[in-house]
């Protein structure tokens, strides 16, 4: 049987994501609804979480409906050998809706295909982060006034940042101008750099964080060196503090600039800039309980 799932924003047409977010925005207005009421999800986090498992448990609460899972996967029956496949039967049991994330690449797909209700993607390793993607579209549209010709600039760990990777397939149906600004070590994986060609986006790449290369910016997109992706720790240590951004550095960008991070940011944003009115970042986490209201309700079909 085949079940709607959201695994890959791909799985999102231009017109679904603008439904979604316009659901979205109703749900900022009124985030108190009973419409889950009756309905179990499973949060089913193999990996750590703060924002995206506790946001979905809000999302789901806030809409009278109840949450099982585990947030420590060393507490499940996957210790004594139980598959993911198995694990994922027995859930699909249990509830109406399955939200996993798992360090695998894949391993929502995977469970999608298994799973007899809906499962939603809340990060596979270094792939994606759909509803990351959801919210940080609603974000942008709420501070830009408009998702169309935006210049976003993505600075950081864009190999391994699922959300880069997430975000730049959604944005292709807005025709962004993006710079991306990396080290060496963790520049923007090819695939993604050829998807950009082949849909006709325009895109830059950098090296240094500095003045110019963001006096354009109208979304600078900061993201933390994943320090989980690297096999080796003394190459996540020559990397780790690549970029910091200061006060400083915003101080000749445009005035309608927002900063986004999809945190849980370590050192690449000083304290000090939470304070500046172009730090957007907390209440783009915030944005997630509505955006993920918003996802929820769809692929249930209420
Ligand atoms: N943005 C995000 O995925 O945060 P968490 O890892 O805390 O869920």
């Given at each position: 049987m085949s079940v709607k799932s959201l695994v890959s924003i791909s799985d999102y047409s231009k017109e679904k994501i603008l439904q979604i977010l316009d659901k979205a925005a109703a749900f900022e207005k009124?985030?108190?609804?009973?419409?889950?009421?009756?309905k179990v999800v499973a949060t089913l986090f193999f990996e750590p979480s703060t924002r995206t498992r506790l946001s979905f448990e809000t999302a789901v609460n806030r809409l009278g409906g109840r949450v099982i899972g585990f947030a420590d996967a060393s507490t499940t029956s996957g210790t004594k050998g139980e598959t993911l496949k198995d694990t994922i039967k027995m859930v699909s049991n249990y509830v109406d809706l399955i939200v996993m994330r798992n360090p695998i690449e894949g391993a929502a797909r995977y469970a999608s295909e298994i799973s007899n209700i809906p499962v939603i993607n809340a990060g596979d390793g270094a792939n994606q982060h759909p509803t990351q993607t959801m919210l940080d579209l609603y974000s942008i549209k709420k501070t830009q006034g408009r998702l169309d010709n935006l210049n976003i600039c993505m600075v950081g760990d864009?190999?391994?940042?699922r959300t880069v990777h997430s975000l730049i397939m959604a944005m292709s149906h807005f025709n962004p101008t993006f710079s991306f600004i990396a080290p060496d070590e963790l520049k923007l994986p090819e695939q993604h750099k050829m998807f950009c060609k082949s849909q006709g986006i325009k895109f830059e790449e950098h090296s240094e964080l500095n003045e110019q290369n963001i006096a354009d910016t109208d979304i600078l997109y900061m993201t933390r060196v994943q320090k989980e992706r690297f096999t080796d720790l003394f190459e996540y240590e020559k990397v780790k503090n690549v970029y910091i951004l200061k006060n400083s550095l915003l101080?000749?960008?445009?005035?309608n600039l927002k900063i986004l991070h999809?945190?849980?940011?370590?050192?690449?944003?000083?304290?000090?800039?939470?304070?500046?009115?172009?730090?957007y970042y907390f209440q783009q986490a915030k944005n997630g309980v509505y955006a993920r209201q918003a996802v929820i309700c769809d692929l249930l079909g209420l």
């Open positions: 009124n985030p108190n609804q009973k419409i889950l009421d009756g864009l190999k391994y940042g101080e000749h960008t445009k005035p999809p945190l849980p940011r370590v050192n690449e944003i000083e304290q000090e800039v939470d304070e500046n009115e172009k730090a």
